[in-house]
């Protein structure tokens, strides 16, 4: 008798709340929610579950199923029986004005990308409504994959026209987006040119969802020059909402380490510094991002695509996120890289013990911290530890999978079922703050076909110019500094010397 009192209790707290709710509250019952435990730092999996979104927040998760017809008025029920139910993915590397160049890049190494499609060459490709729509379009993929939150790496601002344009797409774009102004020196906009446009954007800033943030990777090359110390400057006063650089080091020799950042006064600070790739990084540097909690972006498709590989971030992943990078080049979405990095992280270390001709007597990495690198670790490497949970209080960033698709058929572990067995098709809905970026499988947005009959136009004219560019040769140093190109053997599949690698049918 007890237990019943305390079942009518749950269900009259639960149906009075959901009553109390707002015209735009949503209520996602009867799935398997995929919450987070603050007091174990660990996923928590609730069966059964109900969730309230009050407006853009999660206003609260209980495991009481609600009785029939308990939920009236002005909220919205979602049935979600059957389904899994996670925070949605968070993307903390991305540049989604290259979308155009689809599949253009399917063998080019990182060397190659500098001179073919990086912000260092393409500017003359462009004109500012290709960025914008390329920008969109791009986001709308990575919407349509489960990624709610992209930190952008915006380095197409060669003038003001473009920077705008990108900054514009993503306002448009219905995803969470801390968009990072690059500030490095073109033709007729320095510098400080740049740095008086982003504090005009800053003013005018009026989105929800799109925050302002600023890249720069010069940290290295001019340590102690006017433009870095401008921008460190700028950072500090206008308490950035984050700060981005690449970091790819070795015998790229690119520098933007942690402690190029220390050096400059910027990485001890309470600003949230993401340092995308962190190949080669060095006891030192890490041990730097430990004591101040900074965090670096690890791309795993990206780095192994492009020949930068990562030699040593399996050693911070205590510090570490998940980015996509060059989305035009592979993947979109934030759940392959987490299998990838699963299955990599995984090779790596039992490698290390077969080497010792020893049999491994565990798995050295889960799928419970693979889900959390594409998800909480996120949130925290912004700062914000509102995004990448299911939990009171939460934004309502969330991602509802089919749980009786063909590949997930059968599950018992959510988790597992979601980094191990899903697929992007499995995904029915996508919420971000509150409201339907995708729902019934398909993207909420209106005039989709316009879109993307804008997005194709300019993407044939682009390619089209591209593929008519010869690519400089790959002698001598890169950059012409430091060390040289290498040979790198071409693996054939079929017999006979030279029949299988071929020609690219772009």
């Not at 290709?130 to 920008?135: A, N, P, R, V």
């Not at 190949?279 to 909690?293: D, E, K, M």
């Amino acid at each position: 008798m007890q237990s019943h009192k305390v079942a009518l209790s749950v269900f009259a707290i639960l149906y009075h709340a959901a009553v109390a709710a707002c015209a735009h509250s949503k209520l996602l019952t009867g799935g398997t929610i995929i919450a987070y435990d603050e007091e174990t730092r660990l996923p928590k999996v609730i069966r059964d579950g109900s969730l309230l979104v009050r407006g853009d927040r999660i206003d609260w998760i209980s495991d009481a199923a609600l009785p029939d017809n308990a939920v009236t008025g002005d909220v919205e029920v979602i049935d979600c029986t059957d389904n899994i139910i996670t925070p949605g993915f968070i993307d903390t590397h991305r540049h989604g004005w290259q979308t155009v160049f689809k599949t253009l890049g399917s063998n080019t190494t990182l060397a190659e990308y500098f001179f073919r499609y990086s912000a260092l060459v393409a500017q003359p490709l462009f004109t500012p409504e290709d960025l914008y729509i390329s920008q969109l379009v791009g986001i709308h993929e990575a919407l349509n994959a489960g990624v709610t939150t992209i930190l952008d790496h915006a380095h197409h601002t060669w003038t003001r026209e473009f920077a705008a344009a990108g900054l514009d797409a993503s306002v448009d774009s219905g995803a969470r987006v801390f968009w990072a102004y690059a500030f490095q020196n073109v033709e007729n906009f320095g510098i400080p040119d740049q740095i008086s446009q982003w504090r005009e954007l800053a003013s005018a800033m009026s989105s929800n969802l799109t925050t302002l943030g600023i890249a720069y990777d010069d940290f290295t090359n001019d340590p102690e020059g006017a433009d870095t110390s401008a921008v460190v400057n700028l950072a500090r006063e206008s308490n950035v909402a984050v700060l981005t650089a690449h970091h790819v080091d070795g015998p790229w020799m690119l520098g933007n380490s942690p402690e190029d950042l220390h050096r400059v006064g910027i990485l001890n600070s309470s600003i949230p510094i993401v340092l995308s790739h962190a190949t080669s990084l060095t006891p030192r540097g890490a041990q730097l991002l430990r004591s101040t909690n900074q965090h670096v972006s690890v791309t795993p498709e990206s780095e192994m695509h492009y020949g930068h590989l990562h030699p040593t971030s399996h050693l911070i992943l205590d510090q570490a996120s998940l980015g996509v990078d060059t989305h035009f080049t592979f993947s979109t979405d934030i759940l392959t890289q987490a299998r990838m990095w699963l299955q990599t992280t995984r090779y790596r270390v039992y490698e290390n013990t077969l080497d010792r001709w020893e049999i491994p007597a565990g798995n050295p990495f889960s799928v419970n911290q693979a889900f959390l690198l594409a998800t909480r670790n996120g949130g925290l490497a912004l700062g914000r530890k509102d995004l990448g949970v299911l939990a009171p209080d939460a934004k309502a960033d969330i991602v509802v999978w089919d749980g009786r698709s063909p590949s997930m058929l059968g599950w018992s572990d959510p988790i597992a079922a979601v980094i191990l067995h899903a697929s992007v098709g499995d995904i029915e809905h996508v919420l971000v703050d509150g409201e339907f970026v995708k729902r019934d499988g398909k993207l909420v947005i209106d005039g989709y076909k316009g879109v993307q009959d804008r997005f194709l136009k300019s993407a044939k004219r682009i390619q089209e110019t591209l593929k008519k560019t010869p690519l400089p040769p790959q002698e001598g140093p890169l950059f012409g500094i430091g060390y040289p190109y290498g040979q790198v053997m071409e693996i054939d599949v079929q017999r006979d010397e030279g029949t299988g690698y071929g020609p690219s049918y772009a």
